[in-house]
């Protein structure tokens, strides 16, 4: 599903119940939609708050965090650099709306030996990720769309030359990526470019 549709899919899902959205035989990701909020997430909606799961063969399923993806895509890149353009290719056109398994056809010829879950795992969790950002964020955000803050770290994680601690260590210290990964794509910025290129960023 594209974006839109994946979106659509989402809000119409019914409340306190568990629906896959994605199953490749080997692992499935599924949605569920909370009727109520904990304490933690008051200022979050009911409406647009939905939580993420992965199940992997018959274990029991479990909701992946952001380190996960982000994680899975620096070993990647870390393994074969010189796709690491692909990659950020592909996770852009995620970014923007395209549908996950379109966007990483180019990757799936590559022999990737060190990742967490199959690319195709990983690239629905990354629209996942991206529609929960803009959609379920409680708060004012500094980025526009919200989900520049996870894509500008998608990018780090793909882009940067930093070794996974250093990277790890800013994101979970709630550090928002650089400005040199998300200005021209944030319409908050007084470098936001609407006829930005794709990999603007490398330039």
Known sequence: MTYDE???FVLEL???TMTEVYNNSEQSILIFRPSTLSERFKNYDVNTNFQIFLKIANDKPFRPNHLRLLIDLKLRVRELPQYKEDLLAAFDKIFFGDEPLEAILPLTHIHFTQY??????TAILAQLFIIEQNIGYGYK???NPPSLYIHGW???FIAS????DQIVYRICRNTPPAVKY???DNKNHPKYNPNAQ????LN
């Open 14 to 16: 019914p409340f306190d």
């Open 154 to 156: 998608i990018r780090t």
């Open 161 to 164: 030359n930093q070794e996974i």
């Open 6 to 8: 994946m979106l659509h």
């Open 198 to 201: 794709l990999l603007w960023y």
């Open 182 to 184: 998300t200005c021209q």
């Open 116 to 121: 967490i879950n199959p690319i195709d795992i």
């Open 141 to 143: 955000s500094t980025f």
